[in-house]
């Protein structure tokens, strides 16, 4: 049993759709995290949030937007992807920045 | 730009065989690995580290090497069993101690056949 949930575990979207991922950690850490995971390419760091507040946002097109409401929560809001964005995206936590990754099993996206 | 690679897409072995998976790093600074298994449906999973100051760490049937001379990181999985199937990757650390800062490697498929 993972102490990162996610769902939905799939979802198909249009391109002019809005929907919203969602994360939960039940661990007690205090930075959360999202990643892209494309076929063939390795995981693509998305954003990082520490106690809360984004710490990291690399270079992510604003069609995605990440929310953390509190320590336990993270959202992806989606607005007007490409088709181009559909992988499997990933959500981890970790005790502090430098603590070790644990992985939700993902939410695979296709954008159609 | 900074890159980590694997030798192999695909490996092929036979229950209770050893297997080894191999991948090359670029940045001779990066002082800390990591070994992930992914299997299907699944997210990424922990397996072992190891740190730049050690060539060699050993856990339940892995064992990962690490070879600074030509930035080369194995795992080696002993008895490999059908529950081994799976996509395995590294990451390295450069020296900013973040783990946010991990590059991720594309992965091998381990298939393990009876």
């Known amino acids: 049993e993972t102490g990162v949930t996610q769902t939905p575990r799939h979802l198909v979207m249009g391109m002019t759709n809005k929907k919203s991922l969602k994360c939960e950690q039940h661990?007690?850490?205090?930075?959360m995290y999202w990643y892209k995971q494309s076929a063939k390419k390795p995981l693509e760091l998305m954003f990082v949030?520490?106690?809360?507040?984004?710490?990291e946002n690399n270079s992510v097109p604003s069609r995605f937007s990440p929310e953390c409401p509190n320590s336990s929560h993270l959202f992806l809001h989606l607005h007007t992807l490409q088709p181009e964005d559909s992988a499997l995206y990933l959500c981890?936590?970790?005790?502090?920045?430098?603590?070790?990754?644990?992985f939700g099993e993902g939410s695979r996206l296709t954008v159609l | 730009g900074e890159s980590v690679g694997l030798h192999l897409p695909t490996l092929s072995v036979q229950e209770g065989d050893n297997s080894i998976i191999n991948c090359a790093y670029s940045?001779?600074?990066?002082?800390?690995f990591i070994w992930y298994k992914q299997e299907s449906g699944k997210g990424p999973q922990f397996i072992i580290d190891?740190?730049?100051?050690?060539d060699k760490r050993q856990g339940q049937r892995v064992t990962v090497l690490l070879n600074k001379t030509v930035k080369h990181l194995s795992l080696q999985i002993a008895a490999t069993q059908p529950g081994d199937s799976a996509v395995y990757f590294c990451?390295?650390?450069?020296?900013?101690?973040?783990?946010?800062?991990?590059?991720f490697g594309t992965g091998t498929r381990l298939q393990v056949f009876p």
């Open positions: 661990l007690g850490h205090n930075a």
């Open positions: 190891i740190r730049s100051n050690m």
């Open positions: 949030y520490s106690l809360e507040e984004r710490v």
């Open positions: 990451a390295e650390n450069p020296p900013s101690y973040n783990t946010d800062k991990l590059i």
């Open positions: 940045n001779s600074a990066s002082d800390y």
């Open positions: 981890a936590s970790s005790q502090s920045r430098d603590g070790e990754l644990f």
